[in-house]
């Protein structure tokens, strides 16, 4: 994958479809301890529809490239992050997709880019004062030291542990063993790469997103939630309060689906991208 280098760090990312789409560029966003593969599947079977889509793999604790020396990795880094790569790689006015903590960093990025995202897509993701919901809570409270997420981790390289309710279990309900075996391995192996995660989960704080989330009426552009109704954590009840704070919203109910819409049900997810980037970005 190419490689660009921010002011926070450098990052890899992933670019499939037409560079002269006639789509607005869809950007994705994905959560901790996952890379851009979460979207691998939506993303080629837009590109086969002529949708030009960027995959970055962000420093949430699966990525090879640790964050330059003295970079706090918090929410609002992150979204800058996002920011800065929209405008170096000139994406124009992105349709902006998030799912899990990506879908937190999405809502930090409408609340101070806004100008930079024409439509916004949310699937189950962080919201309100669930930032993180139970039971990761208490998981991320567990690793918030070096060798805590390296003792974790290691356990995690058992595919019955890494897919129990401690693992992946809560979040997907098709992913492949060793898709998930490589999620973990970089911040067990790497302690640079273990230093970023351990970081973001120390500066993560419900009442920043609180605070987010009652600014989220400003953004008046196009907002779709494709929602997992399988899912414990991120509820379907959540995602419905969730869309009420938007003042252009659509709720797309999803059956059977967990967190991980994007590989569960990846026709919804990709439907809901390409019938939200059919909508103009501004109100006429």
């Given at each position: 994958m190419?490689?660009?280098?921010?002011?926070?760090?450098?990052?890899?990312?992933?670019v499939?479809?037409p560079?002269d789409?006639?789509?607005?560029t869809?950007?994705?966003?994905?959560?901790?301890?996952?890379?851009?593969?979460?979207?691998?599947?939506v993303a080629?079977?837009?590109?086969?529809?002529?949708?030009r889509?960027?995959?970055?793999?962000?420093?949430?604790?699966s990525?090879?490239?640790?964050?330059d020396?003295?970079?706090?990795?918090?929410?609002r880094?992150?979204?800058?992050m996002?920011?800065d790569?929209?405008?170096?790689?000139?994406?124009?006015?992105?349709?902006?997709?998030?799912?899990?903590t990506?879908g937190?960093?999405?809502?930090?990025?409408i609340?101070?880019?806004?100008d930079?995202?024409?439509r916004?897509?949310l699937?189950?993701?962080?919201a309100f004062?669930r930032?993180?919901?139970?039971?990761?809570k208490?998981?991320?409270?567990?690793?918030?030291?070096?060798?805590?997420?390296?003792?974790l981790?290691?356990?995690?390289?058992?595919t019955?542990?890494?897919?129990?309710?401690?693992?992946?279990?809560?979040?997907?309900?098709r992913?492949?063993?060793?898709?998930?075996r490589?999620?973990?391995?970089?911040?067990?192996t790497?302690?640079l790469?273990?230093?970023?995660?351990?970081?973001l989960?120390r500066?993560?704080?419900?009442a920043d997103?609180l605070?987010?989330?009652n600014?989220l009426?400003?953004?008046?552009?196009p907002?779709?939630?494709?929602?997992?109704?399988?899912?414990?954590?991120?509820?379907p009840?959540?995602?419905?309060?969730?869309?009420d704070?938007?003042?252009?919203?659509?709720?797309?109910?999803?059956?059977?689906?967990?967190?991980f819409?994007?590989?569960?049900?990846?026709?919804?997810?990709s439907s809901a991208?390409?019938?939200?980037?059919?909508?103009?970005?501004?109100?006429?």
């Open positions: 190419p490689e660009i280098t921010l002011p926070e760090g450098t990052i890899a990312y992933r499939v479809g560079q789409s006639t789509h607005p869809v950007l994705f966003v994905h959560g901790i301890l996952v890379d851009n593969r979460l979207w691998t599947v080629d079977q837009l590109a086969e529809r002529g949708y889509c960027v995959l970055p793999t962000l420093p949430l604790g990525h090879t490239i640790p964050l020396a003295g970079v706090s990795p918090t929410p880094t992150l979204a800058r996002v920011r790569l929209i405008v170096e790689l000139d994406l124009g006015e992105v349709t902006l997709v998030g799912c899990d990506g937190a960093l999405c809502q930090f990025v609340d101070e880019y806004p930079l995202v024409g916004l897509v699937t189950n993701c962080d004062d930032f993180p919901p139970t039971p990761f208490q998981v991320f409270a567990l690793m918030r030291g070096p060798r805590t997420v390296r003792a981790m290691t356990t995690m390289r058992s019955i542990l890494r897919h129990s309710p401690l693992g992946f279990g809560l979040l997907v309900s992913a492949g063993t060793e898709l998930t490589s999620w973990t391995e970089p911040s067990r790497d302690p790469v273990g230093r970023d995660l351990v970081g989960l500066a993560i704080r419900p997103l605070e987010v989330s600014r009426p400003r953004f008046d552009k907002v779709t939630l494709v929602w997992g109704q399988n899912d414990r954590s991120f509820t009840r959540l995602g419905r309060r969730l869309a704070r938007f003042p252009d919203s659509t709720y797309v109910a999803v059956p059977g689906a967990r967190t819409v994007a590989i569960d049900e990846p026709d919804a997810v991208i390409e019938s939200i980037s059919h909508r103009p970005s501004r109100r006429g």
